[in-house]
């Protein structure tokens, strides 16, 4: 571990686990152990902490229910492609299958949300086995990687390590067809409304810088994915923003309306196309992924190149001439559908509690460019989704693909012992927050300078929002009745926290927690009669049919005008 850089192992011991942690404590100073609460917030932790720093995140539970309580952590990181190892302590090899004390099969149950996974049988292995383990997690497509590690194995004695050998694991990946680029690149610059569709995999490439380039010759608008968003800065007048069920109008019309879309490093979900047989028609499809197992999964795309999209783009730009220009009238035509969005959201209020728009607004005025902001999941989350704006790539954490509630306080705090000089700011909703509170104890114990706002609606907000408009407004098991006083359970934790009356109260409370980079909770009172997220486009209908807040009428059909 100390040779792959590992400097932090997220966890909670447990009996089957006990021969590594009782190695750990050998080296306390190369290797610091973070003692959580709860074993699904430990490998959120990691999560969170891999994203920032862009290498796995480590961690090691116990057998049985310890390994089990990672489940949802491990699914979460291979749906949003994030780089885990976990190592979960398993009975010894002679119990194994006899329905041992706590014992579970987590090579079995893990396969569908592993990258790689192994049940440890030779001690001579086991050193190999995380430096294959460390490596694969990050190969080609990220993901999570686990070590189930039988007790007895643990305690082995080792006289000389050996190699683990997997073939084809860490097979070297094919540098990208030319021939299909060029192909690409013709097909771009012929086109009248190019758009440029931004996944996760432009963040773990590190090709932000290269995308934004390519999008300027091209004079392309750029489109993202709810991961996608992490990848590039949304005050560039050309990135429109998130396209999809709660995406920015702008960045709906951008896709809905495109003649080719060039799609980097994302798997066309289902949030963010909404229809896929409206998304076949009248456009061609340009798909580049290091996976080639989602070339034509979702979308069969008129030209797939398999490939690292920094490579991909670099090889793209070289192939663009110079001073090329298009007509910008498509580009201007999306501006004024952002500007009349954004002068409509301006004039809003509301009549009880805060509005999360202007909270956003307000937070994106005080806080550096460098802040990391991690969401939960919800409402709350898709309202940062929309406006949010993300200024420096790798600042915005979120729960995509599995859409975890309870991802956000672990995240953030993973986050934080990732970048301990930056501000790390929650934003929470309270039935998300509710689901791994009990981590305030690890923001306390390790003084974790992490502001929490959680917005307080009393309710599974987004739930409650599809049982009004989808299922007749027949509300039920959504109202939170008896929610705890946010204020007096981070007081318990000896925790500062406050309920502002006041946009300029908050923005303080926010500044001096920032400031002098000591832990905050925020409670802050949303109607969840009033609130509903929109844009919206309701589950099967396409981007054109989003569906805008109050008495807002765009057309997001381009007529050439």
Not at 218 to 238: Q, R
Not at 322 to 331: C, L, N, P, V
Request: aromatic share 8%; with cysteine; charged share 25%.
């Amino acid at each position: 571990m100390i040779e792959c850089g590992v400097k932090y192992v997220f966890g909670i011991p447990g009996g089957a686990i006990l021969p590594v942690y009782d190695a750990l404590y050998d080296y306390k100073d190369d290797i610091t152990v973070v003692l959580f609460r709860h074993e699904q917030g430990a490998i959120h932790a990691a999560d969170g902490y891999a994203r920032v720093v862009r290498r796995p995140g480590v961690t090691i539970v116990t057998s049985g229910p310890g390994a089990t309580n990672l489940f949802t952590g491990l699914a979460n990181a291979y749906m949003d492609s994030s780089p885990v190892v976990a190592i979960t302590g398993q009975v010894p090899l002679a119990m194994f299958g006899k329905d041992a004390f706590q014992e579970t099969d987590m090579v079995g149950s893990t396969l569908p949300v592993t990258k790689f996974n192994i049940m440890l049988r030779d001690p001579r292995k086991a050193a190999s086995a995380f430096k294959v383990a460390y490596r694969v997690a990050m190969h080609g497509r990220p993901g999570p990687v686990l070590i189930d590690f039988p007790r007895d194995v643990q305690t082995g004695i080792v006289d000389q390590d050996e190699e683990l050998h997997v073939p084809g694991l860490l097979r070297e990946i094919p540098p990208p067809a030319t021939a299909k680029i060029r192909l690409a690149v013709k097909m771009l610059i012929e086109a009248e409304r190019p758009v440029i569709l931004v996944g996760g995999g432009v963040y773990w490439s590190g090709a932000s810088d290269l995308v934004i380039r390519l999008a300027e010759m091209l004079d392309a608008p750029i489109v993202t994915t709810l991961p996608g968003k992490n990848a590039v800065p949304e005050d560039h007048p050309l990135v429109m923003g998130v396209a999809g069920m709660h995406g920015r109008p702008e960045a709906n019309a951008a896709l809905a309306n495109s003649d080719v879309v060039l799609a980097l490093g994302t798997r066309f979900s289902d949030r963010t196309i909404c229809n896929y047989n409206e998304f076949r028609k009248g456009r061609k499809i340009i798909h580049v992924d290091v996976d080639p197992g989602e070339i034509g999964k979702n979308i069969k795309p008129d030209i797939g190149i398999v490939g690292d999209v920094r490579q991909v783009v670099e090889q793209m730009i070289k192939l663009i001439p110079e001073g090329m220009r298009r007509s910008r009238k498509f580009t201007e035509w999306l501006h004024d559908i952002r500007r009349k969005f954004e002068d409509y959201m301006s004039t809003q209020d509301v009549r009880i509690g805060f509005a999360p728009w202007k909270v956003l607004k307000a937070l994106r005025e005080i806080l550096p460019p460098e802040t990391v902001v991690v969401t939960g999941v919800g409402q709350h989350q898709m309202w940062c989704e929309i406006y949010w704006k993300v200024l420096r790539p790798g600042t915005f954490i979120t729960s995509a693909g599995l859409g975890t509630m309870g991802f956000g306080l672990p995240a953030a705090i993973g986050a934080k012992f990732a970048a301990p000089d930056r501000p790390v700011v929650l934003i929470d909703g309270d039935g998300s927050f509710l689901m791994t509170c009990q981590n305030l104890a690890v923001v306390r114990e390790w003084n974790l300078g992490i502001v929490t706002i959680i917005f307080d609606n009393r309710a599974l907000g987004m739930v409650r929002q599809w049982q009004r408009y989808i299922f007749n407004n027949k509300i039920i098991a959504v109202d939170f009745e008896r929610n705890p006083d946010f204020v007096k359970l981070a007081e318990a934790f000896d925790i500062e926290a406050i309920r502002p009356e006041s946009y300029d109260e908050l923005k303080l409370a926010v500044m001096r927690a920032v400031r002098n980079n000591t832990p905050l909770v925020v409670d802050l009172p949303i109607n969840k009669e009033e609130e509903v997220v929109k844009p919206w486009v309701i589950p099967g209908k396409w981007l054109t049919d989003t569906i805008l807040p109050g008495d807002l009428k765009i057309d997001l059909t381009y007529r050439g005008e």
